[in-house]
Antibody
């Protein structure tokens, strides 16, 4: 079955960056799409961007352009999300999600809590 | 950017009742490109419906989706206590992908 295993919780100070990993199994890694979705405490879901490892062309939501870097390592079936210049309102659970055909989210990782605090 | 407006914000019903959740899009959605997700307290979202009305694998048939123009609806035909959750709609018609603000379903 499909599993998306994310890295553990992170604590960062304002202005720093964070990199979260998402190791996939049970999917055709290169040809599927990996999305990143975040959820601030008590808030709704927010799409950040996507990457198809085969094409290696990331697409970011306008809100995150310039701060978001999406990459993938096909040798280890791992997708990465790096967010820079962190602010306190970046505190959230960051989810890796996978799309097989169209851009809805068939599978989700368990999420990685990123806390930004001085 | 397509804005999705969900209503009501909170829905409180008794077990066995019918729940109707609304999601209105600010622009035309191409090819029925709307999905619905269920997020139970403390859990990861789960795909319920895609392409406006197709149930995802393993989803009970009491969950159904429909569309009319820019209005999309998720219906839970007979509410069960385990359906307590926040439900989100999402459009994948155009980038950036967007979610509605969610409807919280409570059971009396």
């Amino acid at each position: 079955q499909v599993q998306l295993v994310q890295s553990g919780p992170e604590v960062r100070t304002p202005g720093s960056s964070v990199k979260v990993s998402c190791k996939a199994s049970g999917v055709t890694f290169s040809s599927s799409t990996f999305h990143w979705v975040r959820q601030a405490p008590g808030q709704g879901l927010e799409w950040m961007g996507r990457l198809i490892p085969l094409l290696d062309v990331p697409v970011s939501a306008p809100k995150f352009q310039g701060r978001l870097t999406l990459t993938a390592d096909k040798s280890t079936n791992t997708a990465y999300m790096q967010l820079s210049t962190l602010r306190s309102d970046d505190t959230a659970v960051y989810y890796c999600a996978n799309s097989i055909k169209l851009w809805y989210f068939d599978y989700w990782g368990l999420g990685t809590l990123v806390t930004v605090s001085s | 950017e397509i804005v999705l407006t969900q209503s009501p914000g909170i829905l409180t019903l008794s077990p066995g009742e019918r729940a109707t959740l609304s999601c209105r899009a600010s622009q035309t959605i191409r090819s029925s490109s709307v999905a619905w997700y269920q997020q139970k307290p403390g859990q990861t979202p789960r795909l319920l419906i895609y392409s406006a009305s197709s149930r995802a694998t393993g989803i009970p048939d009491r969950f159904s989706g429909s569309e009319s123009g820019t209005d999309f609806t998720l219906t839970i035909s007979r509410l069960e206590p385990e359906d307590v959750a926040v439900y989100y709609c999402q459009q994948y018609s155009s980038s950036p992908l967007t979610f509605g603000g969610g409807t919280k379903v409570e059971v009396k």
